[in-house]
């Protein structure tokens, strides 16, 4: 390779029939083409239609970004395939659920970072608490980083979920 | 489950007789619902009967025993009983590539689909449409190791293009119905349906008129080109000044009419066209305009005329790194069209200038249509140009051979062959080695679906079973495996499956007592030492014939030749000729692994100057 390529990071929404196996073949077309996941979620969106929608937070060069959704395009069980990334129009966020260990000081300034986050506390022993932290990836790393350094943590975060700006509604199934 | 209770097999032997279009008498006919009471496999069988399914290559075991009682009472539905479940998949292969429709393939659960997952990738990779019904443990015991229980949708998954674990007998029949459409529909490939025992045992209504729409309707991938796109295609063509079409295995799939088609493009336009393993037979190898197969042993001239093209009109092919040599080197300085069902296909391995996606025949309709309304004029003065430097590199004869003494070459015998089957109406398959990229390069194909080979996967021990499914498809015509020994002894238990049908296959073994592309690899790259390549013990293959009541026949020396191909097309059976050839013969023209185009070794005297780079040995 002489030259370096781009790595660029994608959220790509796809609209798949909720059906057995189907995540199975999303993350098998990933792995066995040696494509990165980053973060993957996976939800019932409409339960009527049997429809699920999986955000996979991804990078590659734009080749292999354009690989990837032509890719996931071609299973039976997709119906759309969209990537969020494009034009900068996505919202994303995530949540993560914080526990941290801690006494004195620390656990003080603990509260008041979680206060600057808007951080919900869910759950408080004497030297515990459990945070609920939401926004991009960015900030619930940041969050996580903060903490880290104030006593012992444990993080359960759920990956990114995105959907587009505005008053379209992008992901139908076809 | 209580279903195994509620299964019926009423019939008696007697029935096998009736029509299958009359209710048999277990069954309950609803008139006013178009419906038909059945155990879920007898709906199966006539699904695949709706289908068009006229032969099923299996192998039965206990979880398809109620598919092989109905199969028993059904006289539409012909099985073919192979002696491997590999072989029922390249035998499918063999029919579906020989005529276009969709090949069926019966095995057991746990060993019957494992073993059928080389034949399955094998299709996936050269995108052959077949359909893999394969048995399951009951529904209850998935999951809990049960006897002969595999996870075969789990293994399948990467090497189908789709598949189906049936888990309610009612979504039986719209699974089979979308099964076969998506297995022939857009680029073609494997699909396989999975069925637990009490299923197939279960009853269940069978709708005459199933709604097909409906259960298609999930896949329906772009087939029609987009106008836009195929005007912007006649745009580029009207600048080109050296162009080339660059066909492929799509042309095939795409029905006869594509090649049709493709014969007509090249005549107005007049362009040079070269063709992929898989595309061989699109256009007819007399036609002065055929430059040859291109790729790692392609022609020079095809070769040459890929690098130095200014247009490249990419008809169904993928840009295989067999074809393109070292990618950065790849045809640097041509604007490429690429023209694929596959939209996945585009810029996978190298970046084209415009995509059309849809249909071969669709695109060439299309594409001839707009180049009659544009008034479409190939550059003469620069064409004749291009076409004159093409000659010079024609001029080299990259394929020449000296046939002296009285040791057989193994392209005499290919094109001996070739040449002595001219007036038959001959269909070729091939194992994967030397011996197959000499019948690519020695044998002459004037129509479509007459060669049948392995390549994205390279499955030696493929041209056996396929040749007994082109055999079972073309009763009358004459099959030949060109084979390798060491591929031949991959899959010759089937040699038992042609001697029970009687299939007049012609096994002709290229028998050089190496694994020659092995041998020639390890010559080439790994300093002629040649570990594990040698074909030790082999059969006499004259006895291991006469074992099976087929002729045997064996050719030592070039004056032999004639009189054992004579021979082998004479006789009514299935005949092995086995033809002793130069060991030591290597394969060229070559690109080596590594190189571009425009850097390919010729013959013995190129290779020593001609190392491999570093970079190139450790590609495949």
Redesign the interface.
Known sequence: MSDTPIIERHIISVLVDNEPGVLARVIGLFSGRGYNIESLTVAETDGQKGLSRISVVTSGTPMVIEQIKAQLARLVPIHSVRDLTENDVAIERELALVKIINRGDDRIESLRIADTFRARTLDSTLNSFVFEVTGNSSKVDAFVDLMRSLGDVEVARTGVSAISRGNRIDLEAK | MATDGQARFSRSAGDTKMPKSAPAAGEKRDDADQTAMMPGAELLLKTLEDEGVEVVFGYPGGAVLPIYDALFKNNKIRHILVRHEQAAVHAAEGYARSTGRTGVVLVTSGPGATNAVTGLTDALMDSVPVVCLTGQVPTHLIGNDAFQEADT??IT??CT???Y?VKDVETLQTTVIEAFH?AASGRPGPVLIDLPKDVLMANVAYRMEPDKAAAQA???PQTDPDPAAISATVDIMMRAERPIIYGGGGLINSGPRASELLTELVQVTGWPTTLTLMGLGALAADDRHFLGMLGMHGTYEANLAMHGCDTMLNLGARFDDRVTGLL?GFSPNSTKIHCDI???S???NV?VDLAVIGDATRILEALLAEMKTRKFKPHKPSLDKWWAQIEGWRKRDCLKFNQTGKIIKPQYAIKRLCEMTANHDVYITTEVGQHQMWAAQYFDFHLPNRWMTSGGLGTMGYGLPAALGVQVAHAGSTVIDIAGEASFMMNMQELSTLAQYNLPVKMFIINNEWMGMVRQWQELIHGGRYSESYSASLPDFVKLADTFNMKGLVAQHADDLDQVITEMLETPGPVIADIRVTKDENCFPMIPSGAAHNDMLLGPDDQAEKPVSEEGMVLV
């Open positions: 949708t789990g998954r990467a293009k789709h598949n674990l998506v999930r896949y329906m950065s596959d939209p996945s585009v810029n996978k970046q």
